[in-house]
């Protein structure tokens, strides 16, 4: 993985959620679409760390928190604030629709 996302589980999820501002992004390795899906994130990432903490999940691996928190097509990406999710996007996106998401809640 790259220097500004950090790579999660379910074991330590909920603990970075204390950050004020979490992007988490839900993939599994096998699709094709999320293969390139980690440059864009890698893009929001290095543009926001300031700001926001982003998180990868591998559905693969922690698929009780796909389930959790209603993750069904990958890619997927969910806004925190606070601990709380407040906005989510299925698909992949242009890192300025990423941009929008964070800024509509800040």
């Keep these: 993985m790259d220097e500004y996302i950090i790579q999660t589980d379910t074991f330590d999820f909920e603990e970075r959620l204390s950050h004020p501002c979490v992007l988490a992004y839900f993939y599994d390795h096998r699709n094709l679409q999320c293969r390139g899906f980690s440059q864009i994130m890698e893009e929001v990432a290095e543009q926001r760390c300031e700001d926001v903490l982003v998180l990868s999940v591998d559905m693969e691996q ?18 925190f604030l606070d601990g709380n999710p407040v906005a989510d996007l299925e698909g992949a996106n242009l890192p300025s629709v990423y941009y929008e998401m964070i800024d509509s809640y800040q």
């Design 62 to 79: 922690s698929p009780e928190l796909a389930a959790r928190y209603g993750v069904e097509s990958v890619p997927c990406v969910i806004l």
